[in-house]
């Protein structure tokens, strides 16, 4: 039975996405479960904008630009509908496996947070971050007919050729590809102007030839915020065959009702990069899942991605802390067995492989699912079937312009653009979570397992965005003060008239907030130092600051189960 959140405030969206998501799932046992703004925040937020601004959403998205601005679209609030969903179904499964759960609760800050998860851990990490360009920047290239693209390569070969072709030198090329490869763990890109006027030079057909000669993947940016389809968040395909009697017995006998999380006992095998794939284990594992991570010899190259916390990224470990990892070259036959052998005692199989790449090695749910009838197999793929059987690069920005997030983020009267914060990587992730979620709690009542099937696109497909592009006024926009940023509240956007004269810029954040709530307006102050959230009283029971183990702060878990 699916049941409707009960809120404490109402953040109207999250509910909406939460319920959305439950009604899809349908979870084997009914739970109690709470929605709110702030959650164990200990400041006043009041809504979507209140939170991007306390928790640093506003500073990371607007890095690109040159200063905190808001998401034109209330991201946070879908994160934390997901995350809703998740302890919803998590705790009802947990329940029918004789764990005494009996509610679960969330909030939007808590969801935001989770989403800063990565940039908050590099804030604070112990070592030097990776020597990087300075400087603000977006990765879209303007053309000389008007055209707005975005290019996606992982391979620096493809894109000193990309150049190339537009008469710009390997070496000049080359003070390109740094910028362009970490915006996705910086949120900006400054590439050299050289190159942008390369391109501005030719035309969309000019650099459509660059690209694919080159093997660069390209995309036009729309102006149209509207989603060009409206995937399902994911697709479950049962397994073939009848019901194998029941599910497996959970390893650890679950008699341990005040300690255990929902999915204590379960197993899951991950062979996963970069965001999507890490942090949908990463979700699992956090639910009480024991996470068993398949790397390359010799590990995950990611692990060595400044800045180093405790001799590891600490963009690695935010997405990866507890799991154990398993080595295995799948090129090989002994490598692709080590999986076969995991996965025949596993709970569930993960990965967010290139398309095509699991036929290859024989690890398909054809492959897997007849030797353990009752896997959960989940693929996280970048485009799922809506660009055909040769998609690009299935990567966040492209993701975003696909699903004509590029231009809802962002208000009308600025070019379309996607944000640098990786949106769709973080909502991909948690969405297949979900995915893999209403797969085991369908197998609790078949006790058959299933193929999840979900996208960086379906994830993005989620977020409700206007008919056209969100027109702003100047109060959209954080204040500025003395010593940083003011974003005025519901009240006072609503009722500018009511700000003549209280603000001044002179003033500090804290007096201009002060004389605000003094004739009853609230405004919350924007965060642009990341480190300091680890410092913050009103954060203590929302983020842990660094230890000895991790080296960098982190989001407690998002839930509180009772």
Sequence with gaps: MTTRLRTAAHPAVATAVADRLLRRTAPPVEVRHTLDWAGPVGMDLPDERAVQAACGLMHVHGRATGGPVPLAVDYASVVAGVLAAQGATAAGIGRARGLDLREARTSVAQGALLALGQYLAAATADGPEQPEASGPGLATLDTSDGARVEVETLDPSAWREFWARLGVPATLAGRGWLPFQQRFAT???????????????????????????????????GSDPAPPVHPAPWRLTPAPGHSVGGVPAPRPALHAPTAALPL????????????QGPLAGHVLRMLGAEVIRVEPPGGDPMRWLAPLAGGTSARFTA?????????????TAAGRDTVRALTAEADVFLHNWAPGKAVRLGLDDSDLLPARPALVYAWASGFGDTLGDRPPLGT????????????????????????????????????????????LAARERTGRGCRVDSSLVSAAALIPRPAHRARWTPLDRPLPTADGHLYP??????HPEALRGLLDRDLTTKECAHRLAAHGLTATPVRTDLAALARDPAFRTAVAPPDRCTGHARPYTP????
């Excluded at 030719?202 to 995309?219: F, N």
């Excluded at 509240?489 to 609503?494: D, F």
């Design 264 to 275: 204590t006992g379960l197993r899951v095998v991950e062979s996963t990069r970069r965001v």
């Design 187 to 221: 949120a900006v890109c400054p590439l050299p102007d050289e190159l942008r006027q390369a391109a501005l030079g030719r035309t969309l057909t000019d650099l459509r030839a660059a690209a694919h000669h080159s093997g660069v993947s390209l995309l036009t940016v």
């Design 559 to 562: 839930w509180e189960f009772a």
């Design 319 to 331: 997405l990866n802390e507890g799991k154990r990892v398993v080595e295995a070259d799948l090129t």
């Design 396 to 439: 966040d920005y492209l993701a975003q312009v696909h699903s004509g997030l590029a231009a809802a983020v962002r208000p009308y009267g600025e070019p379309p653009a996607p944000s640098l914060m990786t949106l769709t990587d973080v909502l991909g992730g948690l969405v297949c979570a979900q995915g893999v979620l209403a797969a």
């Design 489 to 494: 509240g519901p009240e006072a956007r609503a």
